[in-house]
């Protein structure tokens, strides 16, 4: 298996694939039950729109995730210039399509993703989504080799912590 990440604004047909599969991971995060995505058009967003928003977010990088030479997955990188945060980055979006899952595709990409965007890290997850706290706590443990802090406030489990571009 040969997993890369690229910026999804430079290469043609990446913002196509995108847009294929945002219904399935909008789908996803409407399973969690948590109020929280109500169903686009309820709240005056339009897919189309959300999307021009991720593309033309200057404060983020869009990555495509690619497996095989295919496209996986994406993540959306923040970055947040304020001093008064604990993080320079935060994995604002992250999904992989379903055919690619339970493979190791996800755990590769982050490793990736977070050698490339050295620094202070904050990612967020859903406690309904047990799932996906199981999947940030593993890959987070194992890439800092447990050096992280969690915490969960209000419904949301938090993991902190610091990359390099030498991490293992």
């Keep these: 298996m040969t997993v890369t990440v690229r910026d999804a604004r430079t290469q043609p047909g990446d913002r196509k694939w995108i847009e294929t599969v945002y219904r399935d991971y909008m789908d996803d995060l409407g399973l969690l039950n948590t109020g929280i995505f109500p169903s ?3 709240i005056g967003h339009r897919e189309p729109d959300q999307l021009e928003r991720w593309f ?4 983020a990088t869009l990555l495509t995730i690619v497996d095989e030479g ?3 997955g994406f993540a959306l990188v923040a970055r947040d210039a304020r001093a008064s945060r604990e ?3 935060r ?3 992250f999904f992989i399509a379903r055919p690619h899952r339970r493979r190791g595709v996800g755990r590769s990409a982050v490793g990736l993703i977070l050698r490339r965007f050295a620094g202070r890290w904050e990612i967020v997850e859903y406690s309904r989504n047990p799932a996906a706290v199981k999947f940030w706590r593993s890959v987070v443990s194992a890439f800092t080799h447990g050096d ?3 915490r969960s406030v209000n419904g949301e489990v938090r993991q902190l912590f610091t990359s390099s571009r030498s991490h293992a």
Excluded: I, K, N, V
């Design 70 to 72: 295919q496209p996986a």
């Design 40 to 42: 686009l058009g309820e």
């Design 56 to 59: 033309m977010d200057s404060t």
């Design 91 to 93: 994995m604002a979006e």
């Design 87 to 89: 993080a320079d980055y």
């Design 148 to 150: 992280f802090r969690e």
